[in-house]
C-alpha cells in the first residue's frame, strides 16, 4: 500500500476543487477532509468544538484559527489519514497554513513511513470571468440536487431538471452581487496562503480552466513527480 502524503487543494470559489478532491480520492484511496464538512459535524454531534462553534456563530462572530485546527488535528489522527490525506478548504489563513506545517513536522506520521512529510500544494488557477460565468451560470433542481450550468452544462429545457422535470432554481449564494463578494474575500484572505506556500517552493499551479479531466490528469502527475509515492510507504 502506497504512502501518499498530505495534499492541499487551493482555488478559490468555483475553481473546482472539490470536484479534484473526489478523484484524487478515488484514484489513492485517502480521504478528503473538507473543514465545512468538520464544522457542520461537530455542531451536529454536540461535540465540544461543535458547541464553541455554535457559541461564536450565534455571537455572529469568525469561528476562530484555533477551534478550525483544533477540528482539523483531530481529523487528522483518524486511522484512515495515517497513508495521507487530501485537505480541501484547509488552510485559509497564512497562521493555519504555519500551524499545519508545524503539525505535521512534529506531531503528525511520527509513527509511520512518511514522518515528516510537508504537504503537497496545488493551487488551481481559473480566470477570474471563467469563475463568473460557472458560478453565475449555476441551477439546482429543488427536488433532487442536480446541478447544471446555463454556459457550460444546460440542461435540455430551459430551467427544467432534465432528470424528474422539477423547476430549476438560483441559490442565493449563486447571485452576481455575493460571488463577487466571495471572490473579493478569497483575495483578500486566502491568497496570501498561496504566497505563503510560494515562497517554501512547495506551490504548484494547475490551469484550472482547461476542462476537468485535463485538469485531474496535471494534479496527478505532480503528486507522482513531488509527492512521497512509493510501493511500500519508504
Excluded at 31 to 49: A, V
Excluded at 130 to 143: D, I, K, M, N, S
Excluded at 184 to 203: F, H, I, K
Amino acid at each position: 500500500m502506497r504512502n501518499i502524503g498530505p495534499i492541499v487543494l487551493l482555488g478559490s470559489p468555483g475553481a473546482g476543487k472539490g470536484t479534484q478532491a473526489k478523484r484524487i480520492s478515488a484514484r489513492y484511496g485517502i480521504p478528503q477532509i473538507s473543514t465545512g464538512d468538520l464544522l457542520r459535524e461537530n455542531i451536529q454531534f454536540g461535540t465540544k468544538l461543535g458547541a464553541q462553534t455554535k457559541d461564536a456563530m450565534a455571537r455572529g462572530e469568525l469561528v476562530s484559527d484555533n477551534l478550525v485546527c483544533d477540528m482539523v488535528q483531530e481529523r487528522l489522527h483518524q486511522p484512515d489519514c495515517q497513508r495521507g490525506f487530501i485537505l480541501d478548504g484547509f488552510p485559509r489563513t497564512p497562521a493555519q497554513a504555519g500551524w499545519l506545517d508545524a503539525f505535521l513536522e512534529h506531531k503528525f506520521f511520527e509513527n509511520s513511513h512518511a514522518g515528516g512529510t510537508p504537504p503537497i500544494v496545488i493551487l488551481i488557477n481559473v480566470d477570474y470571468n471563467q469563475l463568473l460565468r460557472r458560478l453565475t451560470g449555476r441551477r439546482t433542481c429543488v427536488a433532487n440536487g442536480h446541478i447544471y450550468n446555463v454556459y457550460l452544462q444546460p440542461p435540455r429545457v430551459d430551467e427544467v431538471c432534465d432528470l424528474d422535470g422539477s423547476k430549476l432554481v438560483i441559490r442565493n449564494d449563486d447571485r452576481e452581487e455575493v460571488i463577487r463578494e466571495r471572490l473579493t474575500a478569497y483575495e483578500q484572505q486566502t491568497w496570501p496562503v498561496a504566497q505563503y506556500y510560494r515562497s517554501t517552493g512547495r506551490l504548484v499551479e494547475v490551469d484550472g480552466g482547461l476542462p476537468a479531466d485535463q485538469v485531474t490528469e496535471q494534479i496527478l502527475e505532480e503528486i507522482e513527480r513531488r509527492g512521497a509515492v512509493t510501493a511500500d510507504g519508504h
